[in-house]
């Protein structure tokens, strides 16, 4: 993942937050980040439908996104900027961006580069395992692979970069 601290002016990309009416049914982008500056950013792949994963948003991984048609996320473990791909070069080409109904979420449809995943573990998809919902409640709930394979080697992609999953 390649850091970036720089900010992005986003006075005259996002409009200001006046009307229910104006957020549920007009026309300029008015989006609302929670207390810590991010919302939710649910990504998935445009031809499928996949989802690929969830990420989050500040206002300048959303303005970046807009301006250069390649995703851009906040890392909450990092604390910083990124354009996804930037490292492993499996870049996101935003096919299709929406904003939900009072504009604090955000869906992406992607195109994947290189060789389709969007996961740092080395699979496809970020959502790799599922929970046993039909297993025995004793002790905690089960997982299944639901991905056969990776597709790709992480410790050849990202080397001896710092993993940015947190316990």
Same mark, same amino acid.
């Given at each position: 993942? +390649? ?10 990309? $996002?409009? *200001?937050? +006046?009307?229910?009416?104006? &957020?549920?049914? #007009?026309?300029? !982008?008015? @989006?609302?980040?929670? *207390? ?14 996949? &989802?690929?994963? !969830? ?5 300048? *991984? ?7 048609? +390649? ?13 996804? #791909?930037?490292?492993?070069? !499996? ?14 979420? &955000? ?8 060789? #389709? ?15 046993? !919902? ?5 002790? @905690? *709930? ?5 991905? %056969?394979?990776?597709? $790709?080697?992480?410790? %050849? &992609?990202? #080397? ?8």
């Amino acid at each position: 993942m +390649e850091p970036d601290r720089r900010n992005t002016d986003t006075s005259s990309l $996002f409009a *200001a937050r +006046e009307t229910v009416e104006q &957020v549920e049914e #007009g026309l300029a !982008l008015a @989006p609302k980040f929670d *207390a810590d500056g991010l919302m939710p950013c649910v990504t998935t792949d445009a031809d499928s439908g996949e &989802v690929l994963m !969830l990420g989050y948003m500040n206002g300048d *991984a959303l303005a970046r996104t807009i301006s250069t048609g +390649e995703a851009h996320y906040w890392s909450r473990s990092r604390r910083c900027l990124w354009r996804k #791909g930037a490292t492993s070069g !499996l870049v996101q080409q935003v096919v299709d961006l929406r904003i939900d109904d009072d504009q604090d979420a &955000v869906w992406l449809r992607v195109s994947v580069g290189g060789g #389709g995943a969007s996961c740092h573990v080395g699979y496809r998809s970020c959502f790799y395992r599922s929970v046993a !919902l039909d297993a025995p409640h004793e002790g @905690p *709930a089960q997982l299944v692979f639901m991905e %056969a394979e990776k597709s $790709f080697d992480p410790q %050849a &992609v990202y #080397g001896d970069a710092p993993n940015p999953t947190q316990l």
